[in-house]
Nanobody, 115 residues
């Protein structure tokens, strides 16, 4: 059973930075795509960023140029570096891992951008 553990959320002022991590465990030997989604209060969950096993990336327009997704295949870990954070980035962030044709979600980590 794949388990995902997220970390790195917190409270940050506008313009600040945070780095989220999501580590997968459970006998995994080759993860396909990895990504991040987020859900703000009262809104639907939305896609944020995607990275393929080979390292190709894609971003939602709202975060392009500010967020960077990366992964360490040896550690089965995906990261989200978030810079120039805005109040509208406030949300619970969830990692998503595609493994053996199934999607697995992390438990979510809260990111709050406020002065």
């Amino acid at each position: 059973q794949v388990q995902l553990v997220e970390s790195g959320g917190g409270l940050v002022q506008p313009g600040g930075s945070l780095r989220l991590s999501c580590a997968a465990s459970g006998g995994i030997f080759s993860i396909n795509a990895m990504g991040w989604h987020r859900q703000a209060p009262g809104k639907e969950r939305e896609w944020v960023a995607f990275i393929s096993r080979g390292g190709s990336t894609n971003y939602a327009d709202s975060v392009k140029g500010r967020f960077t997704i990366s992964r360490d295949n040896a550690k089965n870990t995906v990261y989200l570096q978030m810079n120039s954070l805005k109040p509208e980035d406030t949300a619970v962030y969830y990692c998503l891992v595609n493994y053996v044709a199934r999607n697995f979600w992390g438990q979510g980590t809260q990111v709050t951008v406020s002065s």
